[in-house]
């Protein structure tokens, strides 16, 4: 097996390299991703997850017009030292900041972390861990996920635009839930807490 180079992931991330742009340019100098424009975390996810998602971009498995011709231009050694360097950051942290309670970042921490039994939807949490840390290498994190990001993900599931969970496990659960449902757990895993009135 090939081992990856952290230095040349970190190289690629912060200079790109032929016909491959810096990663950071979209999801941010230090893999913490672009709120406003809704540019995922990469920072702390899962190595084994990241170059799943990189495969599957080269590979059609995942539609996105942005990433499929930066995945199909990266070699296999690219693409796991990029993995890995991502890997290597740290994951979101809470920043101290607190949200003012609402209805709709109520209804999100709910189906975060005790779902929605009475349409059999699991808490986020359950896969994802506590606090919506991830757990490697198949569930990536969720907590600090630009909410557009999150969003967008949990309509390609429903709309089957997005197939490469295992076992249809993602698809299964965002058919279940509305709109407002997405919205309201993208919000709250934006900037989660387990505070029961949301802050």
């Known amino acids: 097996m090939v081992h990856a180079d952290r230095l040349a992931g970190a190289a690629l991330a912060q200079k790109g ?7 950071m340019a979209c999801h941010g100098a230090n893999g913490e991703g672009q709120t406003a424009s809704g540019f995922p975390r990469l920072a702390g996810q899962p190595e084994a997850y990241l170059l799943k998602q990189l ?3 080269a590979g059609g498995q995942r539609k996105n017009s942005q990433m499929a011709p930066i995945a199909s231009a990266l070699d296999a050694q690219q693409m796991r030292d990029a993995a890995d360097y991502y890997a290597s950051l ?3 942290r809470p920043q101290g900041q607190t949200r003012a309670p609402s209805p709709q970042y109520a209804l999100g921490l709910r189906l975060a972390t005790s ?6 939807v699991p808490a986020c949490f359950a896969c994802h861990g506590p606090g919506g840390a991830g757990v490697a290498p198949h569930f ?3 907590a600090g996920q ?3 990001y999150t969003r967008s993900q949990m309509k390609a599931w429903q709309t ?17 839930m509305t709109d407002a449902e997405f919205d309201a757990v993208s919000l709250y895993l934006e900037h989660p807490s387990l505070d029961e009135k949301g802050k």
């Open 140 to 142: 990536p994190a969720l």
């Open 90 to 92: 740290p994951g979101w």
């Open 115 to 120: 779902g929605n039994w009475s349409k059999d």
């Open 55 to 57: 495969q599957a971009f």
């Open 160 to 176: 089957a635009t997005r197939t490469n969970d295992p076992q249809g496990l993602m698809q299964s659960v965002a058919e279940k």
């Open 17 to 23: 390299s032929k016909g491959v742009p810096a990663c």
């Open 146 to 148: 630009p909410s557009v």
